[in-house]
């Protein structure tokens, strides 16, 4: 990831050039070392291209320059032309060593697609944390849309809960439970609730990640979710 080149959407973003939706999506993945699709690649290249000819007509309306900081303006230019395809080029070679093609995403704005589609993460933590301490468990899974697993969660979780109120009440007595599991009988229940608790934070979580990873490379919802 070049500095520069985040640090130049970075300026792009604040002074309000281009849309402001596409230049967040395409400084997030710059930020995390991911290649840009060729679409945002020639978006980008022609913003930067854009605002410095721009800031260069002003500059020369404002104030006369030598012909050295002309010099010296148009070396910065094509340093940071080169960097642009410099990314370009190693973006080609990944997409040509993983065997995927190089298509060109549709004209509509990508980042929406994705914010719109996208889970939070946040949320499904909340969720599964909150919720799960009052035998909620799987709320999370059915927010990320994995409603089999998240019911399935829940109605293990409530099934556990019941049992252990029902013995703790004097419902299901010792009487009605095997000599030999019913000294081990309410720290099974408790452990198996308390796991499940703990597992289903952490799928959850895992699983929010990877359908968000997924719609941020391709767009759109992972087929077999």
């Not at 032309?81 to 060109?104: D, F, G, Y």
């Not at 995403?105 to 994705?114: H, L, M």
Request: aromatic content about 8%.
């Amino acid at each position: 990831m070049s500095y520069d080149l985040v640090k130049s959407v970075h300026n792009l973003i604040q002074e309000g050039i281009g849309e402001a939706p596409r230049l967040e999506y395409i400084l997030d993945r710059l930020e995390k070392g991911k290649y840009l699709y060729l679409s945002d690649q020639k978006y980008l290249e022609n913003l930067l291209n854009e605002n410095e000819m721009r800031t260069r007509s002003h500059e020369i309306k404002g104030e006369p320059h030598s012909l050295e900081k002309l010099e010296t303006d148009l070396k910065k230019l094509n340093t940071q032309l080169e960097k642009i395809l410099e990314i370009k080029t190693r973006s080609e070679k990944t997409t040509s060593n993983s065997l995927r093609p190089v298509e060109a995403p549709p004209k509509q704005t990508i980042a929406n697609v994705t914010v719109s589609l996208c889970k939070s993460e946040d949320v499904t933590l909340v969720l599964s944390v909150v919720l799960g301490l009052i035998s909620l468990q799987g709320i999370g899974h059915i927010y990320i849309g994995k409603i089999a697993r998240g019911a399935g969660i829940l109605s293990l979780s409530l099934l556990l809960f019941t049992i252990w109120i029902s013995y703790v009440a004097g419902i299901i007595t010792k009487n009605s439970i095997p000599s030999f599991a019913s000294f081990y009988f309410l720290p099974v229940v408790a452990a198996g609730y308390l796991g499940l608790y703990v597992f289903q934070i952490l799928d959850s979580r895992k699983l929010c990640a990877t359908y968000n990873e997924y719609i941020s490379e391709q767009g759109k919802r992972p087929p077999w979710w």
